[in-house]
């Protein structure tokens, strides 16, 4: 049993609300009985006290019931106890033989307050326990049940069933709409995010990554602390780029040179998701001094699924060219989007490879191209081209069908 019953929410508040106006309708109800029954009554002045006491219950309640923090155990322990009170005094005053003809007692509905209490601040179980407990005292000051006896104790029941189902649904439609909400809110922090980032991407372009990538460029073929500086300005250009675009790491399949932000070149910067993934950033990712990449102006979208595979083939074939291309060799990638088909090109101008050398490597297990590149690619349904003359540099195509879903369909 929880400690605080009542969702403290916007939706219950109409039916706290309903229960503050039924407990005011009843008691107008009880009033107006005693004043046409009052001569019946075996000792109608005794429950001039127990009226006043009814009336002032009544609007102590419906404060408190309006308040959330207050709608806890002790407010319904005591609400109970109250009109357990009229109950049992009702033989005193009507007198046990108009009890036992099946006259209602002085509280009549007044008592289905708690009941329906018990039933918006806990749901079905409360509502039924508390109507089980007035029942019982209700039947135990009459000394033979009939008909007219059972039937309040039966509509309680009911009452506390129905009204405990509807706060139960409106409790979790509570839950969900304050889930959709957070996730609203999340998704602006997470728009607002990116425009900030592209901002920051346009003014860094503009500035700070245009004059590194002139230095690399000017100084790459010079000596000393000018080839140097040279060499730095490109590695911190790469990492500045890096850091302008989106981009998360799923885990590679070996270690690999380390491209200029520290990241090395076979670990593809997207992460498996269910949505749909720019490509771009994904190739982006590996921009460093020795590669450079071009792609589309309009985002390249793919499956998580199929972007993550392509990245991780792309960082094998990178790798492999930084890794066995020579000291000296740079490496191109391009994007091409087709109607069709995506290709992703990685082209080096390193010592190549000479005929037969994949074979030889794939028979001695070492299995980089033949698995990290073209079973991956092979596995999302695409090919590999391999094209490659000793000192003439290797040119590796990357083709996969595009994605038959639409981008809404990842959304």
Not at 102 to 127: E, K, M, S
Not at 273 to 279: E, I, S, T
Request: glycine share 8%; hydrophobic share 50%; proline share 7%.
């Amino acid at each position: 049993m929880r400690q605080s019953p009542a969702p403290v929410g916007t939706l219950i508040v109409p039916l706290w609300r309903a229960l503050a106006v039924f407990r005011f309708t009843a008691l107008g109800y009880v009033l107006v009985l005693y004043v046409r029954n009052a001569a019946d009554y075996a000792h109608p002045l005794v429950a001039v006290p127990v009226l006043l006491g009814m009336i002032a219950w009544t609007v102590a309640a419906s404060w408190a019931y309006a308040r959330p923090h207050l709608r806890r155990w002790p407010l319904l322990a005591v609400d109970l106890f109250v009109a357990l009170v009229p109950l049992l005094v009702s033989p005193w005053i009507i007198g046990r033989p108009a009890l036992a003809d099946g006259v209602p007692t002085i509280a009549v509905a007044w008592l289905a307050g708690p009941v329906l209490a018990w039933a918006v601040a806990g749901g079905r179980r409360l509502g039924v326990t508390a109507a089980l407990v007035l029942t019982a005292a209700d039947l135990a000051v009459r000394d033979r049940l009939n008909e007219s006896s059972v039937t309040p104790g039966v509509l309680m029941l009911l009452a506390g069933i129905a009204v405990g189902h509807v706060a139960r649904l409106i409790g979790a439609a509570e839950d969900r709409l304050q889930r959709a909400v957070e996730l609203e809110a999340a998704t602006r922090e997470l728009a607002a995010a990116t425009r900030e980032r592209e901002r920051l991407a346009r003014d860094i372009h503009d500035s700070v990554l245009q004059v590194l990538a002139m230095v690399a460029r000017r100084g790459a073929d010079l000596d000393g602390e000018a080839g140097e500086l040279a060499r730095l300005a490109g590695e911190q250009e790469a990492a500045l780029r890096a850091l302008v675009t989106s981009r998360v790491t799923v885990p590679s399949d070996r270690p690999a040179a380390t491209a200029a932000d520290g990241r090395t070149a076979a670990d593809p910067p997207v992460a498996l998701v269910a949505g749909p993934v720019d490509l771009r950033s994904v190739v982006n990712g590996y921009v460093s001094s020795r590669v450079s990449v071009a792609t589309p102006a309009d985002p390249v979208l793919l499956p998580g699924r199929l972007a993550a595979e392509l990245g991780a083939a792309l960082g094998a074939a990178v790798d492999n060219a930084v890794r066995h291309g020579g000291p000296q060799a740079r490496v191109w990638v391009l994007v091409e989007e087709e109607p069709d088909a995506v290709t992703v090109s990685i082209r080096d101008d390193g010592c190549g490879i000479r005929p037969g050398r994949l074979a030889e490597a794939a028979a001695q297990g070492r299995l980089g191209v033949s698995q990290s590149i073209e079973g991956r690619v092979a596995e999302i349904g695409g090919t590999v081209r391999i094209v490659s003359e000793p000192g003439a540099g290797t040119e590796i195509e990357l083709r996969v069908p595009s994605p038959d879903t639409t981008v809404e369909e990842y959304g």
